[in-house]
């Protein structure tokens, strides 16, 4: 089992960058595809990206494609999400989740593990 917590959430103005890191606990991380969703109120959560076990390859939603950054240290039990150029449409609970999967997947049904999440805001 696969204890998640985010961390590094906060108020930015448009424009701004933000890291988050996301702590995993247990001695398998590598053996996990590593995600990034995010909810904002009222609407579904959705994938922002993922990164493969050794951190070779990832994915992004092309919402954040060129603005956001995913990258894992696996010594350190930990994935990222670096966060640039942010818009106030960027608003959102962010959570990292684990899976399982060979290959990085987009649905919330690729992954098993999740952490609470942590309160990105953008204003304008």
């Known amino acids: 089992q696969v204890q998640l917590v985010e961390s590094g959430g906060a108020l930015v103005q448009a424009g701004g960058s933000l890291r988050l890191s996301c702590a995993a606990s247990?001695?398998?991380?590598?053996?996990?595809?590593m995600g990034w969703f995010r909810q904002a109120p009222g609407k579904e959560r959705e994938f922002v990206g993922g990164?493969?076990?050794?951190?070779?390859?990832?994915y992004y939603a092309d919402s954040v494609k060129g603005r956001f950054t995913i990258s894992r240290d696996n010594a350190k039990n930990s994935v990222y999400l670096q966060m640039n150029s942010l818009k106030p449409e960027d608003t959102a609970v962010y959570y990292c989740?684990?899976?399982?999967?060979?290959?990085?997947?987009?649905?919330?049904?690729?992954?098993?593990?999740w952490g609470p999440g942590t309160q990105v805001t953008v204003s304008s």
């Open positions: 989740a684990a899976g399982r999967s060979n290959v990085i997947g987009t649905t919330k049904q690729a992954y098993v593990y």
């Open positions: 990164i493969s076990r050794l951190g070779g390859d990832t």
């Open positions: 247990g001695r398998t991380f590598s053996s996990y595809v």
